[in-house]
């Protein structure tokens, strides 16, 4: 039980660390005291969610320390709203358990929306990441800064066209936190994924690509 719980926090600190979410403080701009003219508060939305407060007044009135940090806060998102958002994306087995989608950040330019999905299977713990980055070269998108311990090049054939490379990553710590991830690119769409599995169990030797496989949903 203690084994899970430090899992599902570990997912936990993952998702909270690709998300930036800046703070707000409200703001108030008074006149001289002995002038005549009314006190005006400028206040944009403190008590509001971050993802649809809109600003109040002109850039001009809004102080520059209240304005949020880059990037976009976490918001879950259901299956059908992923799907319009990552073409080929994650296929989640119908028999994984605590499925929660979360855009972390949205399109911008040529990047599309990084999309993120934790879930539980064959009870271990797993959070994927899939997001449009064309180019032709595998990128990471994990956001997992690990000293590696091992580290394997292998090929899948359910994704893509066939052949896919896929990069496996090991950092195995035997009296704690161990990590097993997965990268992977998609010439034909432009799709990068990862697949990280979290846990304080042995994963030396671990495979993960049956699991990547079944991600496709082929």
Not at 140 to 146: E, V
């Amino acid at each position: 039980m203690m084994k899970k719980k430090i899992a599902v926090a570990m997912i936990m600190v993952l998702s909270l660390s690709l998300a930036a979410c800046g703070k707000k403080k409200d703001s108030e701009k008074k006149t001289e005291a002995n002038t005549k003219t009314n006190t005006e508060t400028v206040t944009t939305g403190t008590d509001a969610d971050p993802t649809t407060a809109e600003s109040t007044g002109s850039a001009t009135e809004t102080p520059a320390d209240n304005t949020e940090a880059a990037g976009t806060p976490a918001n879950n998102v259901s299956n059908d709203e992923v799907s319009k958002l990552v073409e080929d994306g994650f296929v989640i087995p119908e028999e994984a358990e605590d499925v929660r989608w979360t855009v972390l950040t949205e399109a911008t330019g040529e990047s599309g929306a990084l999309v993120q999905v934790e879930f539980v299977y064959d009870n271990k713990h797993y959070v994927a990441h899939e997001q449009k980055v064309g180019g032709e070269e595998l990128v990471d998108i994990s956001g997992m800064y690990y000293e590696w311990t091992g580290e394997h090049d292998r090929t899948i054939d359910k994704w893509g066209d066939g052949e896919v490379d896929l990069k496996e990553r090991i950092s195995y710590n035997p009296e704690g936190t161990s990590v097993c991830l997965s990268l992977w690119f998609d010439k034909t769409t432009g799709n990068a994924y990862s697949l990280a599995m979290i846990t304080s169990e042995d994963v030396d030797g671990y495979d993960m690509r049956p699991l990547v496989e079944k991600l496709s949903g082929k």
